[in-house]
T-cell receptor, first 113, second 114 residues
Framework: EADIYQTPRYLVIGTGKKITLECSQT?????MYWYQQDPGMELHLIHY???????EKGDLSSESTVSRIRTEHFPLTLESARPSHTSQYLC????????????FGDGTRLSIL | KNQVEQSPQSLIILEGKNCTLQ??????????LRWYKQDTGRGPVSLTI?????NTKSNGRYTATLDADTKQSSLHITASQLSDSASYIC?????????????FGRGTQLTVWP
């Protein structure tokens, strides 16, 4: 079982609110990722990080931002939530080196009213 | 365009039966292919990894195959159990990027009935 944790698991909140989704891993992995997943659809990479102070945008355009101040922590922030942000957000991490699996958290299911 | 296509989209089988899930990809250059299992409300968990030179790999009741020439993979589940009910996602890694870019299929939703 991978040691990567996401909080909250579920969040229902009104439009315009600022939201931070937390992701922490205890495996010392350098690489971390945020994915967005809608029902029946593939995962889309929205942010990733190679290590501390490294953040990059993924393939899917997102209005969210991320930070990587500590190796183990990779929070995602939405400054002003909108209904279009309703989705499942999955965090993952992997060690350096090719062929390494990504270990996923259990996700945050976000609903914006 | 790099893509990963899975079939069937959904599948219902009876407990104890076998089934085979398919994955076709166009990702190039190819690094490896993984099958993930995603239980409802959980994150995906890696089942197997296949590299270019591997044809078959087993993990308990799960057996994955890879034909790198035709760019096809399959996941065979033997003697299915109720706990096998989940989405099975095929993920192909691109060798050409520093990140090790992943391409995800949409998954096959497997339901095992008693």
């Amino acid at each position: 079982e991978a040691d990567i944790y996401q909080t909250p698991r579920y969040l229902v909140i009104g439009t315009g609110k600022k939201i931070t989704l937390e992701c922490s891993q205890t495996m010392g992995h350098d690489k971390m990722y945020w994915y967005q997943q809608d029902p029946g659809m593939e995962l889309h990479l929205i942010h990733y990080s190679y290590g501390v102070n490294s953040t990059e945008k993924g393939d899917l355009s997102s209005e969210s931002t991320v930070s990587r101040i500590r190796t183990e922590h990779f929070p995602l922030t939405l400054e002003s939530a909108r209904p279009s942000h309703t989705s499942q957000y999955l965090c993952a991490s992997s060690p350096q080196g090719g062929g390494q699996p990504q270990h996923f958290g259990d996700g945050t299911r976000l609903s914006i009213l | 365009k790099n893509q990963v296509e899975q079939s069937p989209q959904s599948l219902i089988i009876l407990e104890g039966k076998n089934c085979t899930l398919q994955c076709n990809y166009t990702v190039s250059p190819f690094s490896n292919l993984r099958w993930y299992k995603q239980d409802t409300g959980r994150g995906p968990v890696s089942l197997t990894i296949m590299t270019f030179s591997e044809n078959t790999k087993s993990n308990g009741r799960y057996t994955a195959t890879l034909d790198a020439d035709t760019k096809q993979s399959s996941l065979h589940i033997t003697a299915s159990q109720l706990s096998d009910s989940a989405s099975y996602i095929c993920v192909v890694t691109d060798r050409g990027s520093t990140l090790g870019r992943l391409y995800f299929g949409r998954g096959t939703q497997l339901t095992v009935w008693p």
